[in-house]
């Protein structure tokens, strides 16, 4: 029991969640700045796993600061993309998706759960 219990704790210590520095705006107009290809900059935020949810005062400031449209359309995409991940996954197996909206199947699930 306690060579089972060392093994549990040993595997759990030595497993690693991999954490990701998030690329902040600031570090994106540096990137600008320094003309780093837009295909970099975009690499560097999938590398770093951020989403920005940018206000039109943020698309305003990015552009004013030398970001280039296809990055930015690029952070505006990402978050509508992952946006419509989250909605996929609050509805459960018993619900379909067609275009934007899911439905459920007829007749509906005793416990469904809407997407609302």
């Known amino acids: 029991m ?11 210590a030595t497993t690693s969640v991999e954490t990701r520095k998030p690329l902040t705006q600031e570090a994106i ?9 837009d ?7 999938k ?5 920005y949810r940018l206000s039109t005062v ?3 400031h ?13 952070m505006l995409q990402d978050y ?3 946006v419509r991940w989250q909605e996929r996954q609050r509805c459960q197996v018993d619900w379909y998706f067609y275009g934007p909206h899911c439905y459920w199947y007829w007749p509906p699930p005793p416990m469904g759960r809407p997407c609302w």
């Open 29 to 37: 107009i540096q990137l600008a700045k320094a003309k780093t290809p």
């Open 47 to 51: 590398a770093s796993g951020t989403v």
């Open 80 to 82: 509508a993309d992952m």
């Open 58 to 60: 943020e698309i305003l």
């Open 39 to 45: 295909s970099e900059v975009v690499q560097r935020i």
């Open 62 to 74: 990015l552009h004013e600061s030398g970001v280039s449209n296809s990055v930015i359309d690029y």
């Open 2 to 12: 306690v060579v089972m219990m060392m093994l549990l704790v040993t595997g759990c």
